[in-house]
């Protein structure tokens, strides 16, 4: 299976940008459109962020956004506020009804 | 839209468990359900998927034949089922829909506690 690589821990102040990476390989998030991002704070379930690399659920706030260049995808979070602490998860479909989890960045907010 | 999960479980290692994750407020035979493993302080797993509308099933080969997945679409409930629990199995455990034809979850159920203890 392949597999995805996150930092384990950023940091940032109110109001300041954060960016969460998540590296896979050529074959994989180089290739094809389909990391998602979830969001999921403590004690409770997580929830949709970004799809297909770069597209937002409807109604969710433009602070965060998705990017992506060459094997690595990224999530951004502007405008940082207390709420966005949490840990953050990117998954990668791949194919065939499968996906695979980074092992997930924690979020804290100073 | 609602994923209703049953309620937190406690076994002792061998015993046998069935928990339930109930759709509501969308076609549940249109939508797949994901099942994702949580333990204590760790990060999310993919587990398997079930295609209500035909039982299809795939598991991630780390889960394959250690769990069951399974639906009854007369009451719109998917099921994920153990026949000898381990202390291992002790962790949180989500149910998450996926539109047929996407390739992302976009909601989940609150997830169900399981605790394996002698």
């Known amino acids: 299976q392949s597999a995805l690589t996150q930092p384990a821990s950023v940091s940032g102040s109110p109001g300041q940008s954060i960016i969460i990476s998540c590296t896979g390989t050529s074959s994989d998030v180089g290739t094809y459109s389909l990391v998602s991002w979830y969001q999921q704070r403590p004690a409770t379930a997580p929830t949709l962020l970004i799809y297909?690399?770069?597209k937002r659920p409807s109604g969710l706030s433009t602070r965060f956004s998705g990017s992506k260049s060459g094997d690595t995808a990224s999530l951004t979070i502007s405008g940082l506020q207390a709420e966005d602490e949490a840990d953050y998860y990117c998954?990668?479909?791949?194919?065939?009804?499968?996906?695979?989890f980074g092992g997930g960045t924690r979020l804290t907010v100073l | 839209v609602q994923l209703v999960q049953s309620g937190a479980e406690v076994k002792k290692p061998g015993e046998s468990l069935k928990i339930s994750c109930q759709g509501s407020g969308y076609t549940f035979t249109l939508y797949w359900i994901v099942w994702a493993r949580q333990r204590p302080g760790k990060g999310l797993e993919w587990m398997g998927v079930i295609y209500p509308g035909d039982a299809d099933t795939r598991y991630n080969p780390s889960f394959q034949g250690q769990v069951t997945m399974s639906v009854d679409n007369s009451i719109a409930t998917a099921y994920l089922e153990w026949n000898n629990l381990k202390a291992s199995d002790t962790a949180m455990y989500f149910c998450?829909?996926?539109?047929?034809?996407?390739?992302?979850?976009?909601?989940w159920g609150q997830g169900t506690f399981v605790t394996v203890s002698p």
């Open positions: 998450a829909r996926r539109e047929d034809g996407y390739t992302f979850v976009d909601f």
């Open positions: 998954c990668l479909y791949t194919f065939s009804s499968t996906w695979v």
């Open positions: 297909e690399d770069t």
